[in-house]
């Protein structure tokens, strides 16, 4: 039924919408799990038999389909000792993982000099931080995007690398004069490299390897991140690096021609984001504080507490537009059971002045903005009439079906609407 069918499953808000185990729970049908963005900053929580994992780089895959490829397109910042170490804690349930996996060799690497780089950025930018999860992912996508990344398929050529390893960490000893950074070692970094990399031997690839099978079979494409955090979409300069939206798959697989069947854009029933930025329908109140301890809303890369707060009609409607979504799954609602009204932000105020739909985040970053509410009867469980309505309003606010629902966080606790 599914030959040949590709779709995406991607996150509309920042982050943290439940897409690891959304994908997990469609990934079975498909061939192939590929992932086209992001890097160890991404945390995707996933259940193997019961036992709980968080995948940073390797893809979200299912449990029950052990003939299922996986590939690391060449738009993913790859650290190798983070994907070793998930790629073995894994095989310890799923042996063949490995044999499965498929990296790009136009990936760049991120390498211990730009987590030193991620860390210093961060403090010079003083109360203008991001609030970066410190991976080194904006470091190497800056160094990729100004040609000096080192990608894998540089791990052939050992004089090569070595050059532009020394190349790169001349340049940074001389940009940002730091203790950590002068005790780097170029050729003590290669060595290592060259040895973690030995791991993956057989798993590095060039495009021509997959590319027109993957054409030829049904894939799913595992967004990271969330629209809001896209770095030319989202709440830019509170982004990450890479394109979170729909946009981002070809550029960062290299499958030009690739035409995709179906979108599911992935809502959580309330809003979280983790670091700092605008975020309008943030509550800072004892109610803010429930939501993070039901929901158990701690990163899943660095464990810090998220920010919690309200469902964004204004923030989704400009998602759905950016990711072009056909359809939608609504996670976490279950954390939402018992609450009496929920309230949901349907326009912003802005210097007396009503918005009901905005298209600049900008708006977001240069004013006070005040969410106006509308209150929804609240619901016992998934299965009360009020939570059928609050769903279908939201349908009707945002234009697209929502198609299924996650009920818990296991793989197969969902159910399906339409
Ligand atoms: P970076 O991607 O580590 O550079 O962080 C940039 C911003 O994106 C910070 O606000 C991070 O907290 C946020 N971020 C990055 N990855 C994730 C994620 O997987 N979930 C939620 N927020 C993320």
Not at 36 to 50: D, E, I, K
Not at 385 to 404: A, C, H, M, P
């Amino acid at each position: 039924m599914l030959k040949g069918q590709k779709i995406a499953i991607l996150g509309l808000q920042w982050g943290d919408e439940g897409k690891g185990k959304v994908v997990s729970y469609f990934a079975k049908d498909y061939d192939w799990i590929v992932r086209f963005s992001g890097g160890p900053n991404a945390g995707h929580t996933v259940y193997y038999g019961g036992k709980r994992f968080i995948h940073h780089l390797l893809p979200s895959f299912s449990k029950d389909n052990s003939s299922q490829k996986l590939l690391i397109g060449s738009g993913v910042l790859i650290d190798l000792e983070v994907l070793k170490e998930e790629v073995e804690s894994v095989s310890k349930i799923i042996s063949n993982v490995k044999d499965r996996l498929y990296i790009d060799k136009k990936a760049n690497l991120i390498l211990e000099y730009h987590k030193i780089v991620d860390e210093l950025s961060e403090r010079l930018k003083g109360n203008k931080a991001i609030g970066t999860t410190k991976r080194g992912v904006g470091p190497a996508q800056a160094d990729k995007i100004n040609r000096i990344g080192v990608r894998i398929e540089d791990l052939e050529n050992e004089k090569l690398l070595l050059e532009k390893l020394e190349m790169n960490i001349r340049m940074k000893k001389e940009l940002w004069k730091d203790e950590k950074m002068d005790s780097l070692d170029s050729k003590k970094i290669m060595d290592s490299l060259l040895k973690t990399a030995e791991f993956f031997k057989d798993n590095f690839k060039s495009s021509i390897d997959y590319r027109d099978e993957i054409l030829n079979s049904s894939v799913l494409f595992e967004g990271t991140q969330g629209l809001l955090l896209d770095i030319d979409f989202g709440t830019y300069p509170y982004v990450t690096s890479t394109s979170c939206s729909s946009g981002g798959i070809s550029q960062g697989t290299g499958l030009a021609n690739l035409k995709l069947d179906k979108i599911y854009g992935v809502l959580k029933a309330y809003t979280t984001r983790v670091g700092e930025g605008p975020f309008p329908t943030e509550d800072k109140t004892e109610r803010g504080e429930k939501l993070r301890k039901v929901g158990g809303e701690f990163g899943a890369t660095t464990g810090r507490p998220r920010r919690c707060g309200w469902l964004d009609l204004l923030l989704l409607r400009y998602a759905v537009r950016y990711s072009g979504v056909d359809s939608l799954v609504l996670t976490k609602a279950d954390i939402l059971n018992g609450i009496e009204k929920i309230p949901v932000c349907v326009a912003y105020e802005i210097d007396g002045k009503r918005y009901e739909d905005i298209d600049d985040m900008g708006l977001l970053l240069t004013n006070k903005i005040k969410p106006i509410y509308e209150y929804m009867d609240g619901w016992k469980d998934l299965k009360d009439v009020n939570f059928e309505k609050y769903v279908r309003f939201l349908e009707d606010q945002l234009g697209v079906s929502i198609e299924v629902v996650s009920t818990g966080p296991e793989t197969n606790d969902v159910f399906f609407r339409v």
